[in-house]
């Protein structure tokens, strides 16, 4: 069975249930087919010695096919746009429930309509993980298939900016904190042996003392997220995630966006850059990866008591000083 076509029953099938954001692949084929068929009667032409045009391979590399460029990269944007906030807001209402207890929990559950068992978590689950991996698999074919008609690198280029904008499914900071709690529900139930499988492959591995997250996925798609802080060298403590996708200590991150840990990332100036890839405006929206925590902190637990001592003095000094400029400002001194 070709993907389009496996691509499309399981679009149909989640959409019989919550209607969800999808790749149009029928409709972005058709505009390269339409495409396609432009440049071989140009090419007949040309070769039947009536006209001198023929399909010229460097205009396309050059990003001016007028036959796709009006249409099939805008609404491919739009699409993966929609996708991914989309799985953003699933995933993080699913990680929401499974870290909330008590009343919180309870209402919750009533708003959003979700069984709170474990079945039905990992289940919710794994289903917001092959949403993620289909639609990234989609995103791939199609503008592969782009190249390949145009006999260009304009897909690998679009590829490249959706990932500056933030709109690249497999570089959202909820499918790494799905991975966490992938691991976190399987330790915990593994005593039992009820534990489910969100996806296989994935684990928590430590290669010469730095941890990684990994995970294998269908299609040779490989996920490998390095969870050592850029900044203090050190395992990621309270780790982040900046838009751009890069993972840090919290206390890090404030000291880069030259922010107090009272104020928090959201205070950063939008000038402020990523210490690794220099983009800017990267902390106001910056998420807080709260299962990936907890995963870190039982796999590593004298490094975590240690740190946790140290970053509770740090704090204090913190709060300390900023409180402490605070009063002199009220004070006029």
Not at 79 to 98: D, I, P, T, Y
Not at 111 to 139: F, P, R, S
Not at 148 to 171: N, W
Not at 256 to 278: F, M, W, Y
Request: charged content about 25%; aromatic content about 8%.
């Amino acid at each position: 069975m070709k993907f389009c076509k496996k691509y499309e029953e399981y679009m149909e099938g989640q959409c019989r249930n919550k209607k969800l954001p999808r790749v149009g692949l029928k409709k972005l084929k058709k505009i390269l087919k339409k495409c396609r068929k432009c440049h071989q009667s140009r090419s007949v032409v040309g070769l039947s010695g009536d006209n001198n045009i023929v399909h010229d391979s460097s205009s396309c590399s050059q990003h001016q096919c007028s036959v796709c460029d009006g249409s099939f990269f805008p609404s491919l944007l739009k699409e993966m746009s929609e996708v991914v906030g989309s799985f953003n807001k699933r995933a993080q209402k699913l990680l929401e429930l499974h870290l909330s207890s008590g009343f919180r929990k309870y209402l919750i559950l009533l708003k959003e309509k979700i069984q709170g068992n474990h079945i039905a978590l990992v289940q919710e689950g794994k289903d917001l993980v092959t949403y993620a991996i289909i639609n990234a698999i989609a995103v791939r074919k199609i503008l592969k298939k782009y190249d390949k008609i145009h006999y260009s690198k304009q897909g690998q280029a679009f590829k490249s900016q959706a990932q500056s904008m933030h709109i690249e499914i497999l570089q959202s900071p909820w499918l790494c904190e799905l991975m966490a709690f992938h691991i976190n529900l399987r330790e915990n139930k593994a005593k039992n042996g009820k534990a489910l499988a969100l996806f296989d492959g994935c684990s928590l591995v430590f290669k010469e003392g730095k941890p990684s997250l990994t995970c294998e996925l269908f299609d040779s798609i490989k996920l490998d997220i390095d969870l050592t802080c850029s900044i203090c060298l050190d395992t990621v403590f309270d780790p982040v995630s900046l838009t751009c996708g890069h993972i840090f200590c919290y206390i890090c991150a404030c000291k880069v966006a030259s922010v107090t840990i009272v104020d928090g990332l959201q205070a950063a100036n939008h000038k402020e850059k990523c210490p690794l890839c220099r983009e800017e405006g990267v902390y106001e929206s910056a998420v807080h990866l709260e299962e990936l925590n907890i995963l870190l902190s039982r796999s590593c637990p004298e490094y975590w008591k240690e740190r946790l001592q140290t970053e509770r003095v740090e704090r204090l000094r913190l709060a300390k000083e900023h409180w402490e400029s605070q009063c002199r400002a009220f004070m006029g001194v």
